[in-house]
């Protein structure tokens, strides 16, 4: 079992940064693939970015350049920086993990991470 843990939203107004941070318990975090989606009210879930245990990643069309997701094995913990804000990028935000490495299209799909957080807030004004 793999616990992850949130933390980092928060409100700010269209045009400011957050930086979301996500923890995971387990001995092998380097080796999972963490990914980051979002959930607005009345919509799907969606995604957001991925990173896989060789530091590839991908992002979805809506925050390639403005956002970037990092890790760091040594502390368990992975990033999401998340620039020039917008208040469509208002959601709930969920990390998500898994222990295995398929291709980063694979991991675009939330149904194929074994293990979420509880979700954190961003909300952004405009």
């Known amino acids: 079992q793999v616990h992850l843990v949130e933390s980092g939203g928060g409100l700010v107004q269209a045009g400011g940064s957050l930086r979301l941070s996500c923890t995971a318990s387990?001995?092998?975090?380097?080796?999972?693939?963490m990914g980051w989606f979002r959930q607005a009210p009345g919509k799907e879930r969606e995604f957001v970015a991925t990173?896989?245990?060789?530091?590839?990643?991908t992002f979805a069309d809506s925050v390639k350049g403005r956002f970037t997701i990092s890790r760091d094995n040594a502390k368990s913990t992975v990033y999401l920086q998340m620039n020039t804000l917008k208040p469509e990028d208002t959601a709930v935000y969920y990390c998500?993990?898994?222990?295995?490495?398929?291709?980063?299209?694979?991991?675009?799909?939330?149904?194929?991470?074994?293990?979420w957080g509880q979700g954190t807030q961003v909300t952004v004004s405009s």
């Open positions: 990173i896989m245990s060789s530091g590839g990643n």
């Open positions: 387990g001995r092998t975090f380097s080796s999972y693939t």
């Open positions: 998500a993990a898994d222990r295995s490495s398929y291709s980063p299209s694979y991991y675009r799909n939330w149904s194929n991470y074994a293990y």
